[in-house]
């Protein structure tokens, strides 16, 4: 039988942090190369540290976004952001995971191709 309880998602919030590796010199490099790594366990450590319930922070494969990593995808509202920075996770912690809200700066639109200026590190132009 199914029940309304059934149908709620398992983690109110699901994070997947691209940690793919592909071979120096990829045409498309790799968010590994780019931090992936280092993005995917600050994000836990602060999301632990900030206490925040039923979260899920998951490393993941290529989500064929490359170019533009390192890529997060928070779950269950599907937003996809570029992660260059300690500051970034922060943002996202803060604003998205406890407070509910888009960080639109950081979001990766469907179509983009490249960084916007205010998503490179030090919001380089
Ligand atoms: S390597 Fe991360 S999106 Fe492809």
Same mark, same amino acid.
């Given at each position: 039988?199914?029940? #309304?309880?059934?149908?709620?998602?398992? +983690? #109110? #919030?699901?994070? +997947? *942090?691209?940690?793919?590796?592909?071979? !120096?010199?990829?045409?498309?490099? *790799?968010?590994?190369?780019?931090?992936?790594?280092?993005?995917?366990?600050?994000?836990?450590?602060?999301?632990?540290?900030?206490?925040?319930?039923?979260?899920?922070?998951?490393?993941?494969?290529? !989500?064929?976004?490359?170019?533009?990593?390192?890529?997060?995808?928070?779950?269950?509202?599907?937003?996809?952001?570029?992660?260059?920075?300690?500051?970034?996770?922060?943002?996202?912690?803060?604003?998205?995971?406890?407070?509910?809200?888009?960080?639109?700066? !950081?979001? !990766?639109?469907?179509?983009?191709?490249?960084?916007?200026?205010?998503?490179?590190?030090?919001?380089?132009?």
């Amino acid at each position: 039988m199914t029940t #309304s309880d059934d149908t709620k998602a398992y +983690f #109110s #919030s699901h994070v +997947f *942090c691209c940690i793919n590796e592909r071979p !120096l010199g990829h045409k498309r490099g *790799c968010c590994l190369h780019r931090g992936g790594d280092g993005v995917h366990k600050y994000m836990k450590a602060r999301a632990k540290q900030e206490g925040i319930e039923n979260i899920r922070i998951n490393k993941s494969g290529c !989500l064929d976004r490359c170019e533009l990593g390192p890529v997060v995808v928070v779950y269950p509202e599907g937003v996809w952001y570029t992660c260059q920075t300690r500051e970034d996770v922060d943002e996202i912690i803060e604003r998205h995971l406890k407070g509910g809200e888009i960080v639109e700066r !950081l979001v !990766l639109d469907n179509d983009q191709e490249e960084l916007r200026p205010e998503q490179r590190r030090g919001g380089e132009t």
